[in-house]
């Protein structure tokens, strides 16, 4: 592109002043009809690039007796030298793999639960200090344990004065093993038994998405660990819609939507106070349209003596059931483990209102009372599907209940 000087296109005398720059233009100026009629004809450009050429000032050539300056010494030029000639192109590197050649999604599997069983051992970092050691400590050796303290250790561990007692009584009796082995192997006996190691979201019905309904108290984490179980399918390749259905907590609705732009989730909210039912049929109909693989509802949070509240929570099952007749509804009851027995009672209330399917503790890291594991399941008869052992979101670990007793006691 070329750009021509404003004004007159006549040459100016030398002496002579520079046009005022407030006179009209021209009809020599350049930038003008013919500037704009080049711009606007493309097939004309080479015409009129002659005619602008023609119109140009000469500059005025110097007069004759004029010196000419003299000419600079023209540096030496390097010899030239001949290009190597080029060689082969190196091959390309095949494609790298992490693992090697011998890469496999097992491997990938079997390293990816290894990283979770040390995340495990170092969130029971207290837990294993604290109850663990003290009951290590009580086993004493061979055959001189202190039965009365193992059973006080078990007690203050959150495992219940019932349970502990009854636990000791039958630890007691069996022959032939170590007090250690068979505390142990007692405790093992209070977890729930699974159908698979690791949960996995299941279609509610054919063809449909899974669907997690996820209660609680407020204070308790429900709302992280909505992000954080969102992040975990995430990252296994499924698609997961979020329903903002905690319509009456402050900010409740804006902390989720921050998840779900981290986990690059899909989100459906209503506004504040707005139906909690209306918001999780919303956020079903539009995880059906988008098959999406889970929904995650986040409910509001309440006490487990407001009747009123919990009544609401039977309205969401009913609405969900209005929508996709028959269909399997998992509900995870959000626990901090810091509450211990008082978390406890929380939890068969809720269990009594809508049926837990599984529990998620939280601020597991933060207590040295892990024995509240065990009385959730002997109590509730419901299996704790991921603990919390931390902050960031690949903190929350699936419950595996070999490795968590090995974490306490190892």
Known sequence: MRFFRRGTSEPQEPGSEAPDAQAPETADDLIGEEWRRVSAEPEDVEADEEAIAAAEPVAPSPPESAAEPEAPPEPESEPATEPEPAGQPE?????????????????????????????????????????????????????????????????????????????????????????????????????????????EPTPATEGGPGIVLVVGVNGTGKTTTIGKLAARERANGRRVVLAAADTFRAAAIDQLRIWAQRTDSEIVAHAPYADPAAVVFDALDAAIARHADLLIADTAGRLHTKSNLMDELSKVRRVINKRLPGAKVETFFVLDATTGQNGLAQAKAFHEAVGLTGVVLTKLDSTAKGGIVFAIERELGVPVRFVGVGEKAEDLLPFDPESFVAALFD
């Open 91 to 199: 091959p390309e590197p095949g494609a790298q793999w992490a693992w090697g050649a011998d890469w496999s999604p097992e491997k990938a599997d079997a390293a990816r639960r290894e990283r979770e069983l040390q995340q495990l051992e170092e969130g029971l970092e207290k837990s294993r200090t604290g109850f663990g050691a003290r009951l290590r400590g009580a086993f004493g050796s061979g055959d001189d344990a202190d039965w009365d303290e193992i059973e006080e250790i078990l007690i203050t561990g959150d495992v219940g004065a019932a349970f502990s007692m009854d636990l000791v009584e039958r630890a007691r009796k069996r022959k032939n093993v170590t007090a250690e082995v068979a505390v142990r192997e007692e405790l093992a006996g209070l977890l729930t038994a699974r159908d698979a190691a690791h949960w």
